[in-house]
């Protein structure tokens, strides 16, 4: 495969990716559907630090559009294009690791909840993750309904994209130094 050709299938393989982890922090703000939590501030702290919205979604979203542009007949289809995009491509690891430590983080501290007790606090931090496969101790958080689930099922796709995210980001590093070394495969055109 060409290398600008390899360029143009990471950065379409991280538009869907981005715009899913933008689309995934946001949602996380609404627990249960509603504002009312977040007007409240009962929202987990690692959604305040925004993973999914800076890290794999601006972070990956910025580099792809400039990794598109290396694998196109443009002014970027060149060894210096290509040159650039590991710096570009560089970013984007950085902002899919920014992403996974948060959702890792948010996986091992638990969501934020309101108990029997009316007491709002994160009942799990302190269990190292182990809620994950103790399904019955969820019933522990009586608001915002299904919040573990949400928490869970919100943060490990997250976990997942900002994986996916750091692949590919990683291959167009290697395919950006081989583009460089090597050339863009473009066509010339004789004039």
Not at 89 to 103: E, F, H, K, P
Not at 122 to 148: H, I, M, R
């Amino acid at each position: 495969m060409c290398t600008g050709k390899c360029s143009r299938f990471v950065a379409l393989a991280l538009y869907p990716l981005a715009v899913l982890s933008i689309a995934l922090n946001i949602g996380l703000f609404f627990p249960d559907g509603d504002t009312q939590y977040t007007r409240d501030d009962h929202i987990t702290e690692e959604v305040k630090y925004m993973g999914g919205l800076i890290g794999g979604g601006a972070m990956v979203l910025l580099p792809a559009l400039y990794i598109h542009l290396t694998g196109t007949q443009s002014c970027c289809a060149n060894r210096c294009g290509m040159f650039l995009s590991i710096g570009f491509a560089g970013v984007g690891v950085i902002g899919g690791l920014y992403s996974l430590t948060v959702a890792s983080l948010a996986l091992q501290n638990g969501p934020l909840c309101q108990m029997l007790s009316l007491v709002w606090i994160t009942p799990f931090k302190d269990t190292k993750g182990e809620y994950l496969s103790d399904s019955s101790s969820w019933k522990l958080c009586t608001a915002p309904a299904n919040v573990v689930e949400f928490h869970i099922g919100m943060f490990a796709t997250l976990l997942a994209l900002s994986c996916l995210e750091i692949i590919l980001c990683a291959i167009q590093m290697v395919n950006g130094l081989v583009g460089c070394l090597c050339g863009t495969c473009a066509k010339k055109t004789v004039v």
